[in-house]
């Protein structure tokens, strides 16, 4: 890819043989010129050394001083001003400004008063050249320090460029560190959400499998007829090892959860279930021992893939819940394609429902109140602008309904 003319001359600018380059040219043309019209030693000596100390003005910024010290004493050495003393007393003002050595306030108030100074050398010279010079205070003796006045004006214009072009680099390196840290945010939060999403995953799906194992492993000592006292340990074993399992993903979920309330989208890229397979998850809970029942009202619409997933998964907690606080109770699946683009999702049992100082919508966590599920079906419904409420049922037993709204009605 080609650089535009403008960047290419902005990175050779920047090149570490750039001052070095400049300088030395300087330094060639103060030479010519002084061949061409010599000058005193002080003035011959103050020109190569404001030309040639040009070549130091980056990697050692505080030589500028000294280049625009030597260019004055040199004009006033001389009433002629040589043109590498301007090149170079421009610059040197303009590095100063630029790395900001000095403060620009005192660096042209140092620059004034040098050119004060000059100035002053200069009219004594004149008077011993008899030229025509009023005496100080008399009228037209301000005329006088016009040489003063313009070179105190070349001094401010030369550092406030310097200076400007510092403040807008500054900014820019500002803007740019700004914009890294947004970016850094922007992947954090991205990273987080991921998180949450896993751990959502996890939790819906490992724990929905592990506590029918669990389950079936405990119901099948009662209900299997002829079972050898071996036989019965080992059942309980697989149930006792479920539930260690589960112990185990609540620790893994505690590791990848965001705080509450991060609602951050994340891309789900594999095939996920939708509200097609709630058959298929209600006759795995029927299968298990609990009766449960699955009503539909409303004509079936596809939703978007985050609104079916969600409602699915949030479903899918549910029954893990009423299998894990309400054993065996009587569970009713409800969802109701409503006017309005509004989905309704119910699960509600005939159980116990909640008791003081517990939480049902632990999920299928040991401890009530400390796990996953109810926040993860919170957070699932957040996820698409909806929201869930779980508590006693208004007949008993326990219910869960999330209401998503999935477009503008």
Not at 129 to 138: G, I, S
Request: proline residues 6%; contains cysteine; aromatic residues 4%.
């Amino acid at each position: 890819m080609s650089t535009s003319p403008q960047q290419r001359l902005r990175d050779w600018i920047a090149a570490p043989a750039y001052p070095w380059i400049t300088g030395g040219a300087v330094t060639v043309g103060a030479v010519v010129e002084l061949i061409a019209v010599p000058g005193g030693v002080t003035t011959t000596v103050g020109v190569l050394v404001s030309a040639a100390s040009l070549m130091w003005r980056r990697s050692f910024p505080p030589v500028a001083m000294l280049t625009v010290a030597a260019g004055l004493i040199a004009f006033a050495g001389d009433v002629n001003l040589y043109v590498s003393i301007m090149v170079s007393g421009l610059t040197g003002c303009y590095s100063l400004g630029r790395n900001r050595v000095l403060h620009p306030a005192l660096t042209v108030a140092g620059g004034a008063l040098g050119a004060v100074c000059v100035n002053l050398v200069h009219i004594n010279t004149w008077s011993r050249m008899d030229l025509p010079v009023p005496a100080l205070w008399e009228k037209g003796s301000l005329s006088l320090f016009a040489e003063s006045f313009l070179l105190t004006v070349v001094v401010f214009g030369a550092v406030m460029m310097g200076d400007a072009v510092r403040s807008r680099e500054e900014t820019r390196t500002e803007r740019s560190l700004a914009q890294a840290k947004l970016i850094a945010m922007e992947r954090q939060q991205a990273a987080e959400a991921e998180r949450a999403a896993i751990a959502r995953e996890l939790h819906d799906i490992v724990s929905h499998s592990v506590s029918m194992i669990a389950v079936q492993a405990e119901s099948a000592t009662y209900t299997t007829p002829g079972l050898t006292p071996e036989a019965r340990d080992g059942f309980q074993q697989i149930a006792g090892t479920a539930r260690s399992s589960m112990a185990e993903l609540r620790r893994l979920l505690g590791v990848l959860r965001t705080p509450p309330g991060d609602t951050g989208p994340a891309a789900l890229t594999a095939p996920q279930p939708t509200l097609d397979h709630l058959a298929e998850l209600v006759e795995q809970h029927r299968a298990v021992g609990g009766p449960a029942e699955l009503r539909i009202t409303g004509e079936r619409v596809a939703l978007p893939a985050a609104w079916e997933l969600s409602a699915y998964r949030i479903a899918q907690e549910a029954l893990t819940n009423a299998r894990k606080h309400a054993p065996g109770a009587r569970t009713v699946v409800e969802v109701d394609y409503g006017a309005g683009r509004l989905l309704t999702l119910r699960v509600r049992d005939d159980g116990p429902g909640t008791g003081p100082g517990s939480d049902p919508g632990s999920g299928s966590d040991s401890v009530p109140g400390t796990g996953h599920g109810l926040t993860g079906m919170r957070e699932r419904a957040a996820l698409v602008g909806g929201r869930l409420t779980a508590g006693a049922g208004p007949d008993g037993g326990f219910l869960v309904e999330a209401e998503l709204p999935w477009g503008s009605g």
